[in-house]
């Protein structure tokens, strides 16, 4: 196992319905959340996401690691996004300038509260999933990334983050991003005072599940209560990210 991943090293393939991933990708996915041997279960596994990528509006990126000591590429990180219709640029826009002009963190989430078509529950962000025309059109929903343990903390997340918009941005001309960061280090205080803090040297908020978004160029928005289904850590909330991707790109960060 690396201990220092170096960028150059690094390689980066995406699936989706115009480039399905192969049995043995699918492996190679499965080993990696697995972190070992394939489970029992794999075949079932392979089969379930193989229907999820060819119906939905599904993306999922691989990042591989060339390891020169021993030939070999590994799995070292993936992300999976998913294209949404739910949601309307306005909307984003919206909430963007009204965070960027110093609102809080509570009264963007009373705000949202208003317009229940909004509410940002964990049955929204099922939904999101069952819109197959989506894909490639609306705003681009961020799901989940892992990056290998061993390879954590040298940002490599943002690394697939930038890469994912940069593709929906080019490819699709897609606007905006949204995400639902955990919030692992929660410590069970009121959650919008909570999503508030800062950390002093640098400004990024001390929970490293809010932090990495906010390296990549996402803006915090608010807190979610009831944005996760099974995340005691972060006790089933979050914080909704919007990333602004056409202001991403004039800053060269995609
Ligand atoms: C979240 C994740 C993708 C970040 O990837 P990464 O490439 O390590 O990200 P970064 O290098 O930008 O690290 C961000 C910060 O979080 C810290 N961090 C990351 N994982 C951490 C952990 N498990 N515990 C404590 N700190 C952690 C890093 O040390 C870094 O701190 P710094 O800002 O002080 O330098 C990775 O930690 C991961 O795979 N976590 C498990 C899955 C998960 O929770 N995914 C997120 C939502 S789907």
């Known amino acids: 196992m ?3 991943t170096t960028r150059d090293k690094l390689s980066f393939e995406f699936f989706d319905r115009d480039k ?20 029992d279960d794999a075949d079932q596994q ?28 590994t799995l070292v990180g993936y992300m999976m996004s998913k294209y949404t219709e739910l949601l309307d640029e306005e909307w984003l826009t919206e909430l963007l300038a009204a965070r960027m002009s110093g609102v809080t963190a509570h009264e963007l989430a009373e705000k949202i509260k208003a317009r229940p078509q ?3 529950g964990w049955d929204k962000v099922n939904r999101f999933s069952w819109e197959p025309d989506a894909f ?7 799901v989940n990334i892992e990056v290998a343990r061993t ?12 890469r994912m918009l940069a593709r929906a941005y080019d490819k699709f001309n897609i606007s905006y991003a949204i995400a639902y960061s955990r919030i692992p280090q929660y410590d069970r ?11 002093e040297s640098d400004q990024f908020h001390p929970d490293w599940g809010i932090r990495f ?5 996402g803006v915090l928005i608010c807190g979610v209560e009831n944005c996760a289904e099974n995340d005691p850590d972060s006790d089933n909330k979050g914080s909704l990210v919007i990333y602004d991707l056409v202001e991403l790109r004039k800053q060269s960060r995609i």
């Open 2 to 4: 690396q201990a220092k």
């Open 136 to 142: 490639g059109k609306g705003v681009l929903s961020l």
């Open 213 to 217: 978004h906010q390296r990549a160029g």
């Open 20 to 39: 399905q991933p192969t049995q043995s990708n699918y492996q190679q996915l499965i080993r990696f959340r697995e972190a070992g041997q394939l489970p």
């Open 46 to 73: 392979i089969k379930d996401f193989r229907d999820k990528v060819a119906r939905l509006p599904l993306t999922l990126e691989y990042m591989w690691y060339q390891d020169s000591a021993n030939d070999q590429k």
């Open 151 to 162: 390879s954590g903390g040298q940002g490599l997340s943002d690394e697939l983050v930038t």
């Open 118 to 120: 909004y509410d940002l």
């Open 189 to 199: 205080s009121d959650l919008q005072q909570y999503v508030e803090r800062q950390r």
